[in-house]
T-cell receptor, first 112, second 110 residues
């Protein structure tokens, strides 16, 4: 089955530690995205990538970093510089930037 | 960023039609209107999108006002599985990104 996988589903870290969230897709999509969702809120764009080895900052990129070394993979690192990292993180992909997006199941990160 | 306004919540009865409204008065000519829905603790699911004309697919219909300042997502026969938060989202052609609002929580009563 084609789709987007995110792992793990739940992640717990201590404050001050960097943590990397995984996102893999086998839909052969060129574009990939990372969003953050806080309770009762909509999604906010962190980073997006149109093609391999290229990515752009979204609306809330501070404290996050990404890489796009393979078409299938778009990992997100939450660094210690992110002031409020506890949130639900969603990865998505699309054929290209102008097409509908397909979302993964999300990773709920808790930092204490 | 272009913004959308939706009611916080709506209720419907099973097997009845549901009309979910969305206002986007600052929409620009190149912005597409997308709708997604999200179940608790899951990723959003694409529903439908359009630019100017009304659109239909197997999940829903999208009615876009002539001036494009508002749109309505129509679920023709609501089922219990349609209970979700529905997001009306503008795809900004210039910045090439989706801008999400808070959405409408739809409750479907049996």
């Amino acid at each position: 089955d084609g789709g987007i996988t995110q792992s793990p589903k739940y992640l717990f870290r201590k404050e001050g530690q960097n943590v990397t969230l995984s996102c893999e897709q086998n839909l052969n999509h060129d574009a990939m995205y990372w969003y953050r969702q806080d309770p009762g809120q909509g999604l906010r764009l962190i980073y997006y990538s149109q093609i391999v080895n290229d990515f752009q900052k979204g609306d809330i990129a501070e404290g996050y970093s990404v890489s796009r070394e393979k078409k299938e993979s778009f990992p997100l690192t939450v660094t210690s510089a992110q002031k409020n990292p506890t949130a639900f993180y969603l990865c998505a992909s699309s054929i290209s930037l102008t097409y509908e997006q397909y979302f993964g199941p999300g990773t709920r990160l808790t930092v204490t | 960023d272009a913004k959308t306004t939706q009611p916080n919540s709506m209720e419907s009865n099973e097997e009845e039609p549901v009309h979910l409204p969305c206002n986007h008065s600052t929409i620009s000519g190149t912005d597409y209107i997308h709708w997604y829905r999200q179940l608790p603790s899951q990723g959003p699911e694409y529903v439908i999108h359009g630019l100017t004309s009304n659109v239909n697919n197997r999940m829903a219909s999208l009615a876009i006002a002539e001036d494009r300042k508002s749109s309505t997502l129509i679920l023709h026969r609501a089922t219990l599985r349609d209970a979700a938060v529905y997001y009306c989202v503008l795809f900004e052609g210039g910045s090439e990104k989706l801008v999400f609002g808070k959405g409408t929580k739809l409750t479907v009563n049996p």
